[in-house]
């Protein structure tokens, strides 16, 4: 900041504290009803003070989950939710990484007609296509597997795109030192390409495991099998009572469900500072 | 260390660019050869072409014994220095040294013992623990150099090293690289487009021009006697001037009766040029005086030639004679004329 108005500070702090009470408010209602008791939300108001039953309420939904909703244990479908998001991220940084790689770097016969056909893919997202992938994985036998959950959405234009574009900023001079100094394509990508990638493959890292967290329609069309539901479709399985809905013990559920990605992008977060930091030195 | 021999190379890209028309040299074991000329003459792409960075459409390359034409850079047994440096931005120095030993299986001891020995050479041993960009350029230049040297290679190659560097460190970089080269006796191939490295660094020069050679020869030869119009000018600043034979001839002078009849040009250096009239006999030319520049140890008198455009450079230690637009004469002594003919483009002695 270059101006130090004393007014001026205090007006952009005020505007800032709102802004973030306004976006907090809601998971803060979100955490104080899951520490309610049963018999809280029949009076029609919202608590807005912790209740004491907090304890019970995650042991409950972690160790039973809600037994009328047909939903596993929260603790198995954040379990399987993990497992679908990560194979979705690491699927799709692993492949986005080697089809940017091979594009960027090397010579073969309608390698831009196979960019333009990846990149027109980014306009065909799961939803779109969910019927003809639903026919082919129900065909393959993938159904109610974790294999079915994640690998028809590993594919990704977007990041094979961005890696792409990052792969033409790195100069071509240290494509060729490393010829130079004997590195073979694959050893140029693992020690030098990789590396340099690192506050990309962060960022990306968080996005797409959100993304993975949070697919909803995917889960809820393959998996019929309460042993392979994952924690967004349970949460929605649980609300399906309507008017009779526990939300204390829901709202338990929420804040579990959201800790995961709030856990991955404190991690990665370490990685881009560390990666912003070190290629600006 | 090798000798290098080029045999007819031509590189012609994609669209018929013809960037190198066939370049025959041979450098000697040991030989420190640099290349030069304008931009886009092609001498990227015959350092790049000898590296294997780029393939060779026609021509035969040789380094020591081995025929390299279809070898990868890794196993010509050479190393690059590039204009940029290249250096990988997420390795510590050392990491960068290293990294080419390590490729090709070294001991972790050997690498070391290297890395130490090139590091102490050009003196970056306190920089091995940092990552390039806690480097200064010159530093960085350096720890490109070593990267080069580690390997022991039988050829350094060097793509306009010290362009990025200022003044005064490229002149303090060009006399270590000279000093280390003598040292090493590695045959070296250098190319510029700085006049003053191509006449301090090489012991030998290569004049190249639109993808071919225009001269080969000692600094000093090439200097003292260009073999074209092109090398006259390129080489030499300010350039060579250069003055019609008729134009000379027609002040009476009976010293030019003994140039070939082919000569329709001659140029003189800016220094052959005197304002002091010399012993030796001697043609007298009036100029008008445009401009007077001092540069420091010498200056420069933009002048132009009495009874015609033509334009002429003098260079001369001290201060000018006579005012701007004011008449100055100038003398020039016989052996100063280089002959040539401007339709061939050649010297005609
Ligand atoms: N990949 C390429 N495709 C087509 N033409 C090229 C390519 N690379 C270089 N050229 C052409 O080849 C010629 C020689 O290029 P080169 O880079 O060797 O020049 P240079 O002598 O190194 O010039 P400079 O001093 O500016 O670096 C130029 O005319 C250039 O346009
Ligand atoms: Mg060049």
Not at chain 1, 154 to 182: C, K, W, Y
Not at chain 2, 244 to 251: D, F, G, I, M, Q
Request: glycine share 8%; net charge neutral.
């Amino acid at each position: 900041m270059v101006e130090h108005r004393p007014l001026g500070n205090a007006l952009t702090h005020l505007i800032l504290i709102l802004g973030v009470a306004l976006v907090l408010f809601p998971v803060y209602v979100a955490i104080v009803a899951s520490t309610q008791g049963p018999g809280e939300f029949l009076r029609g108001t919202l608590p807005l003070l912790p209740g004491g039953h907090a304890l019970d309420n995650y042991r409950l939904m972690w160790e039973s989950g809600l037994s009328r909703s047909s939903a596993p244990p929260a603790g198995q479908m954040l379990w399987n939710s993990l497992i679908m998001a990560l194979a979705i991220t690491i699927g799709k940084l692993t492949i986005s990484l080697l089809s940017a790689f091979a594009i960027v770097y090397f010579r073969f016969p309608f390698r831009l007609f196979f960019f333009w056909l990846i990149f027109i893919t980014l306009m065909l997202p799961v939803e779109v296509r969910i019927i003809p992938t639903f026919r082919v994985v129900a065909d393959l036998g993938m159904l109610n597997s974790f294999a079915g959950l994640s690998i028809p959405l590993i594919a990704s234009a977007t990041a094979t795109f961005l890696f792409r574009q990052f792969f033409m900023t790195v100069p071509e001079e240290m494509l060729e030192a490393a010829r130079v100094d004997g590195a073979g394509p694959f050893k140029f990508f693992k020690d030098i390409l990789l590396p340099l990638s690192i506050t990309n493959i962060a960022a990306l890292f968080v996005i797409m495991f959100i993304y993975g967290w949070n697919q909803y329609l995917w889960p809820l069309l393959i998996t019929t099998d309460p042993d392979y539901y994952t924690i967004v479709m349970g949460i929605q399985s649980m609300t399906a009572d309507e008017g009779n809905t526990p939300w204390h013990l829901v709202m338990a559920a929420v804040v579990m469900a959201a800790l995961p990605p709030v856990l991955v992008i404190l991690c990665m977060q370490r990685l881009f500072v560390k990666g912003l930091t070190e290629t600006e030195k | 260390m090798a000798r290098l021999k080029l045999e007819g190379l031509k590189k012609t890209y994609a669209g018929d660019v013809q960037a190198v028309k066939g370049i025959d040299l041979d450098v000697a074991d040991g030989e420190f050869v640099v290349l030069v000329g304008p931009s886009g003459c092609g001498k990227s792409t015959l350092l790049r072409m000898v590296a294997g960075l780029e393939s060779i459409t026609e021509g035969e390359l040789t380094i020591g014994e081995r025929k390299v034409n279809d070898l990868e850079p890794a196993q010509r047994d050479i190393a690059m220095v590039f204009q940029n440096y290249a250096l990988y931005p997420h390795m510590t120095v050392y990491d960068n040294l290293a990294y080419g030993l390590k490729n090709r299986g070294f001991k972790r001891d050997e690498i070391e013992r290297r890395v130490r020995e090139a590091a102490r050479m050009l003196e970056i041993e306190e920089f091995l623990p940092r990552k390039p960009r806690q480097l200064s350029g010159g530093q960085r230049q350096r720890v490109a150099m070593g990267r080069a040297l580690v390997r022991e290679p039988e050829v350094f190659l060097f793509d306009e090293p010290l362009s990025n560097l200022d003044a005064k460190l490229r002149v303090q970089m060009r006399v270590e690289i000279k000093q280390l080269q003598r040292r090493l006796k590695t045959t070296s191939l250098y190319v510029t487009h700085d006049q003053l490295e191509a006449m301090t660094l090489g012991d030998r020069l290569v004049v190249l021009n639109g993808g071919r050679i225009e001269q080969v020869g000692t600094p000093m030869e090439i200097y003292a006697r260009p073999a074209s119009i092109f090398v006259a000018t390129f080489i030499g600043s300010p350039a060579m001037n250069l003055i019609p034979v008729a134009y000379l001839k027609e002040r009476g002078n009976g010293l030019l009766d003994d140039l070939p009849p082919d000569t329709d040009l001659v140029g003189i250096r800016p220094d052959d040029l005197r304002i002091q009239p010399p012993d030796a006999p001697h043609l007298v030319v009036e100029s008008t005086l445009e401009l007077f520049e001092a540069a420091g140890a010498e200056s420069h008198l933009y002048v132009r030639l009495a009874g015609s455009d033509q334009p002429s450079v003098i260079r001369t230690a001290g201060q000018s004679p006579v005012a701007e637009g004011e008449t100055l004469r100038f003398h020039v002594v016989r052996e100063a004329l280089h002959p040539f003919n401007s339709a061939s483009g050649k010297r005609t002695v």
